[in-house]
C-alpha cells in the first residue's frame, strides 16, 4: 500500500514539475539553424554534449532549466544542440571537451567560444560578454 501512495506521489510531482517546464524546442541540423537565423535575424546558440556527459547533465539541470534564461535565449538565439554521439558536426567545431559552447552569427562566424559548464550567475556573465563581442 505504502508503495503504490508513494508511485502516485512521485508521479504527481514529475507531472507538475513538466508542466511548468519551458521548452528549449532545439535545432539539430547545423544548416537548418543558419537559414533559421538569416530569416528571424538572430544569432545561433551551438551546443555541442554528448549522451553521457554528467557536465553536459548538470548544465541542463542547473542552468537551462531556468525559465527567464531560456526565453531570453529564445528571443535572442537559435538554439542548436548536437551530441557528438548522434549528429553531424562540422568539422571546425570541437567534439570533444564537453560541454562545448559556440555562438555563431547568422552565416555561421564563430563570435565567441565557451568550453565547460556554468552555473546560472556565471551563464547570464557569459551572455554579456558575447553581447560585447557582437558589438565589434
Request: with cysteine; glycine share 4%; charged share 30%.
Amino acid at each position: 500500500m505504502y508503495s503504490f501512495i508513494s508511485k502516485i506521489l512521485l508521479s504527481l510531482l514529475l507531472l507538475a514539475s513538466s508542466l511548468d517546464a519551458v521548452e528549449l524546442n532545439w535545432e539539430h541540423n547545423f544548416q537548418n539553424a543558419l537559414t533559421t537565423a538569416k530569416k528571424e535575424h538572430k544569432m545561433v546558440y551551438l551546443f555541442i554534449g554528448a549522451d553521457n556527459c554528467r557536465h553536459c547533465d548538470r548544465f541542463k539541470k542547473q542552468t537551462l532549466s531556468n525559465k527567464a534564461l531560456i526565453e531570453k535565449m529564445k528571443k535572442e538565439y537559435v538554439l542548436l544542440y548536437m551530441s557528438r554521439d548522434q549528429h553531424k558536426i562540422p568539422d571546425r567545431f570541437e567534439k570533444y571537451g564537453v560541454p562545448m559552447h559556440y555562438f555563431l552569427t547568422a552565416e555561421g562566424k564563430i563570435v565567441a567560444v565557451i568550453q565547460g559548464s556554468r552555473e546560472l550567475a556565471g551563464w547570464y556573465d557569459v551572455l554579456d560578454e558575447v553581447d560585447l563581442e557582437k558589438e565589434k
